[in-house]
């Protein structure tokens, strides 16, 4: 990646909003179209899509095992022929916390590891860090942006306040999420000046911030100094993605925000415009990790766009109300195929971006109306560039949950040998799953 | 008896949507807990707590090391934005989210860390702020002070602006780090105007702008504490006491050591609670406590309740607001009084509710209820009533835990992980349509779940008169509604009594004092090391008669707000 894209923006545009021809990466590939002309492996992505609440049992997993797998009404939106062999899932596994309290049960199914129950979301997170913090620490050290957290329904949890955190975990925290599909794109791809004055300015401004934080650094304790380096860091990181060449890629089109009338989320109108520019991110390679926060746990989210007339926490405990939790679950499946979609329609030298994806779909229970935690639904989606298998519905009865994103991080280079903690966490792969 | 829970145990399953998985249910909206190594100190801590609270593993937890550094939440940046650059900025929605814990932003945003996308939200945040400045010649005059060309200007700026900013006098390095800064990038677009722009970002998004910055020092009354430095005292007044950081006037004081100790913090408390920021910045407490914002945040269902529009709920939280400033700020009565009062704040929506005339004109008009009204005070409006229900059906788990959580400062635990989430089968039980209490049942028979419901459950029982909306009912779809209720093992009937037995409860006397200072400190009381100091504001409390412009000097002048103990 050594091609002077700055000075040739300057010098060709001199301004914001710079263009050069998709497919982004096309020119810089060797004539096979499986590397960088100097050689370099086209990069990997590692994903996480999370939906809150768990699914309908009897509704989910497949009664097939196998690559002829039948879809269950949950599954439908899945078995479409584009994205289906590129779709695995993994039925029969146990999250291993016995019961579900939804908060704890969402961090060990990201994080392999447990939390003590806290008062604030902000820090109802492990200390460990989430799978795709870990794969960001790998792929996202050479990309534009690191990580990308994102998030579609702010529907939170009562008397909890604004709920905008993802459910990406890093140094004991979530992180904040983005759930604006403008914002994220004028972030991802203006926030880049082509002036050097205006440049140099930033930087300076940044520098001088720094020394700020440095010399207040030195007057606290331990806890408060973690807290100041980790925005040391982030102040070093957005220096350093000034510093970075803008994308080359052709900026899309900026998305308008939906209208959000308060009573009807636009749940699908903003998934699909959010992952629009999440694809167009990946593509142009400013980013290889993320993690969609589709919906919440606890969270009363209103799935009217699948005639469902009650939140899906309440409804999930109603078992009058059953067919609406399946309805729920399938409409937020036809969300993350449309993610799948997107991906498999990039093309990237001889493949398509989903198969270069490890993506790790699942939520915060098995079924959400008895909190159990064993049969945990999770779906994996790409084939990170040939280190997985896929297609398969694989009963892996008797696993932890936590191998399969341990799979996923072994499956994108990751060096580790273990995920999560001794309890909770994983040691193997999932043979079933890795190549 | 046991007859009966068979028959309702299967109804229960099937109709209550809150209620199934027999206890867990309404009872996961329960933020749990302390932020970690804060536990306890959270049942009401009271000698009247009959147990259950959350007091277990307290004496384990060891203290947590004070927070030092407090971001800013969006309130208070966006009430400090504007103090700073004048009415009619526009702060940016793009910030860190905050967090919220034990219903504060003040005490959950505590905990947090500003990582790579809260930076880079700042960053931006500052650099529109400081565009909005210059883009408008009067706006700009009146924060920059002098004239850009001038070449004593940019220091001048960056001494009298910096010090508002950052809620103290610059150091000399630093002084002189913001100046080599505006000085550079003037030179570079050679427009002196560029400096002082540039320097206002950086002053805007340093850290010292961003955090309230609780260092202390050693306090020469207590080896055993520190103590709150004059000049920290300042914020900390003025972000409880206004929602922004102090003003020139208050940092003067602060710096010539008038807030170093009890008596002038007290003194000049109560000056600043004369101040126009006080009622929005206190009502910022009010707001949080009550959860004013979740109110009109709330959605009904339509096919059930078609009146139930967001306008209508943004009458609510209008109403809750009116409320605290009528009986709070304009009659100066007692924060207790918010449990009783007479007078309601009522628009054509809410009259609809309340079956009371229309005010005809639409406009929010104060009206004082009926003696036989059956309604009193916060408990009796439109908003605390649908806040806490669900979306077609009341929820009296929900309102027993908003009583508990707000007003007697029970901490509830989660549903315990062994819950037995199997329900008997009883087929002869189906159809026949049941009452709330009915299908509550399980969770007062059931001894996993009884534990907790029995701490909620009594209380929310006892106003099902009152529907998913907050409207009066007879009866509920045509079953006698039994108003029979529990109150500390007290049998009471309806809300008149279970604000009656409120009113007069020292529990909520305590609790009340404990909200303002979990709020005020953005800290959630630790009971071995807070508790002496609570128990002793909340006699003073007593004394005052719950009156907050005599009670708030008294908080703030308090050990308990001005120091805090040291931890190894």
């Known amino acids: 990646m050594t091609i002077g894209r700055r000075r040739f923006l300057r010098g060709v545009l001199g301004g914001v909003g710079c263009a050069v021809g998709l497919p982004a990466l096309e020119a810089m590939l060797n004539g096979n179209g499986n590397a960088y002309a100097s050689g370099e492996a086209l990069p990997l992505r590692f994903g996480t899509w999370y939906f809150g609440n768990g699914v309908p049992g009897e509704a989910w997993a497949p009664a097939q095992t196998g690559p002829d797998w039948m879809p269950t009404s949950c599954l439908q939106a899945l078995a479409d022929p584009i994205i289906k062999p590129y779709v695995s899932i993994i039925s029969g596994t146990d999250l291993g916390v016995g019961f579900g309290d939804h908060i704890t049960s969402r961090a060990v199914a990201f994080s392999g590891a447990t939390t003590a129950p806290t008062g604030g979301q902000a ?120 510093l970075t060449e803008p994308p080359t890629c052709s900026v899309p089109m900026a998305p308008v925000d939906p209208l959000d009338d308060g009573a009807n989320e636009p749940l699908s109108a903003r998934s699909r415009l959010i992952v629009d520019v999440l694809v167009q991110a990946i593509a142009c390679d400013l980013v290889r990790v993320f993690s969609v926060r589709f919906s919440q746990a606890i969270a009363d989210v209103l799935f009217w766009e699948a005639g469902v007339n009650e939140g899906s926490h309440t409804l999930t405990h109603d078992p009058s109300k059953r067919q609406m939790y399946i309805d729920s679950v399938a409409f937020s499946m036809e969300q993350f ?34 909190h159990t935690v064993t049969d945990y639904p999770v779906v994996v989606a790409g084939r990170a560039g040939g280190a997985l298998k896929s297609g398969e519905h694989i009963a892996a009865a008797g696993k932890r949950t936590s191998v399969v994103p341990y799979t996923l991080l072994k499956a994108i280079g990751v060096q580790a040998t273990s995920f999560g903690d001794a309890t909770y966490g994983a040691t193997e792969v999932l043979p079933e799953l890795a190549v | 008896m046991q007859r009966t829970m068979q028959r309702h145990g299967r109804r229960a399953w099937l109709l209550g949507a809150a209620l199934t998985t027999a206890c867990t249910i309404d009872m996961e909206n329960v933020p749990v807990g302390a932020p970690a190594g804060i536990t306890g100190g959270d049942g009401d801590g009271g000698a009247d707590d009959d147990g259950g609270g959350g007091d277990d593993g307290t004496a384990e937890a060891a203290p947590a090391e004070r927070v030092q550094l407090r971001r800013l939440t969006r309130s208070q940046y966006g009430r400090t934005a504007t103090q700073l650059l004048g009415d009619g900025i526009v702060v940016p929605t793009a910030l860190p989210a905050d967090a919220v814990d034990h219903h504060y932003s003040t005490v959950g945003t505590a905990g947090l860390s500003v990582g790579g996308f809260d930076v880079e939200q700042f960053e931006g945040a500052a650099r529109d702020l400081a565009d909005q400045v210059m883009e408008d010649p009067a706006r700009r005059d009146a924060v920059v002070g002098c004239d850009a060309t001038a070449p ?85 007044l003025a972000f409880f006491l206004w929602g922004h950081g102090p003003d020139d006037d208050l940092l003067d004081r602060a710096e010539a050591g008038e807030l170093a100790s009890g008596d002038g913090v007290a003194e000049v408390a109560a000056a600043m609670l004369d101040h126009p920021s006080a009622r929005g910045g206190l009502g910022r407490f009010f707001g949080e406590w009550l959860g004013v914002e979740a109110v009109g945040a709330q959605a009904k269902d339509p096919a059930v309740y078609p009146t139930a529009t967001p306008e209508l709920f943004a009458s ?14 304009d009659q100066g009565e007692s924060m207790l009084a918010l449990l009783d009062t007479r007078t309601a704040f009522v628009d054509d929506r809410l009259a609809a509710i309340y079956g009371m005339p229309a005010t005809g004109d639409g406009s929010m008009v104060a009206v004082q209820r009926d003696d036989d009204d059956p309604r009193a005070g916060l408990l009796g409006t439109a908003g605390v009533l649908s806040l806490t229900s669900r979306r077609a059906r009341t ?40 009452t709330m209490r009915e299908l509550l049942e399980e969770h007062d028979v059931n001894p996993a779940c009884a534990t907790c419901h029995h701490l909620v459950d009594p ?67 630790v009971e071995e090391i807070d508790g002496p100091a609570i128990d002793a504001l909340a006699t003073v409390f007593a004394d005052v008669d719950g009156n907050l412009s005599e009670f708030v000097p008294a908080l703030v002048s308090s050990a308990a707000f001005r120091t805090f103990a040291e931890v190894e």
């Open chain 1, 123 to 242: 820090d109802a997170a492990t200390t460990m860090p989430s799978c795709d913090q870990i794969a960001a620490d790998l792929l996202g050290a050479t990309s534009t942006f690191r990580s990308l957290e994102l998030g579609v329904s702010r529907a939170y949890i009562m008397g909890g306040g604004n709920d905008e955190f993802s459910i990406a975990m890093k140094d004991g925290q979530l992180l904040p999420a983005e759930f604006s599909p403008k914002a994220l794109f004028d972030r991802l791809f203006l926030g880049f000046s082509p002036d050097t004055r205006e440049l140099d300015t930033r930087i300076g401004i940044l520098d001088a911030v720094k020394a700020d934080a440095d010399s207040l650094r030195a007057r606290l304790g331990a806890a408060d100094r973690a807290k100041l380096d980790a925005h040391l860091g982030g102040l070093g990181e957005l220096e350093t993605r000034l």
């Open chain 1, 337 to 370: 195929a449309y993610l799948l979609q997107r991906l498999a329609a990039v093309t990237e030298g001889e493949a398509t971006l989903l198969d270069r994806c490890a993506i790790y779909c699942t939520s915060d229970l098995a079924d959400g109306q008895t």
């Open chain 2, 152 to 236: 004593t200007c940019l220091e001048q700026f960056v001494t009298s602006f910096g010090r508002r900013a950052f809620r103290r006098t610059l150091t000399d390095d630093e002084r002189g780090r913001y100046v080599a800064l505006g000085t550079a990038i003037a030179t570079r677009f050679e427009d002196p105007w560029r400096g002082i722009h540039g320097a206002m970002i950086g002053l805007l998004a340093s850290p010292h702008f961003l955090y309230i910055t609780d260092v202390g020092e050693s306090d020469p009354d207590d080896p055993e504490r520190r103590r709150y430095t004059s000049v920290e005292m300042a914020s900390r």
């Open chain 2, 316 to 329: 609510m939280s209008l109403e809750l607001e009116r409320m605290v400033e009528h009986v709070v700020f």
């Open chain 2, 395 to 434: 929820a009296p788990t929900l309102r027993g835990i908003y009583v508990q959580q707000r007003f007697r400062c029970v901490d509830l635990p989660p549903p315990p992980p062994d819950v037995d989430v199997e329900i008997p089968d009883d087929p002869a039980g189906e159809g026949t349509p049941q």
């Open chain 2, 459 to 525: 209380l929310g029982l006892a106003l099902e008169h009152f529907d998913p909306l907050g409207a009066w009912r007879a009866d509920d779809h045509g079953l006698t509604i039994d108003d029979s209720g529990k109150y500390e093992d007290e049998e009471f009937h309806g809300m008149a009594e279970l604000v009656a037995k409120l009113r007069t409860d020292p529990v909520v006397e305590a609790c009340m004092v404990r909200q303002l200072y979990r709020y005020a400190t953005g800290h959630v009381e």
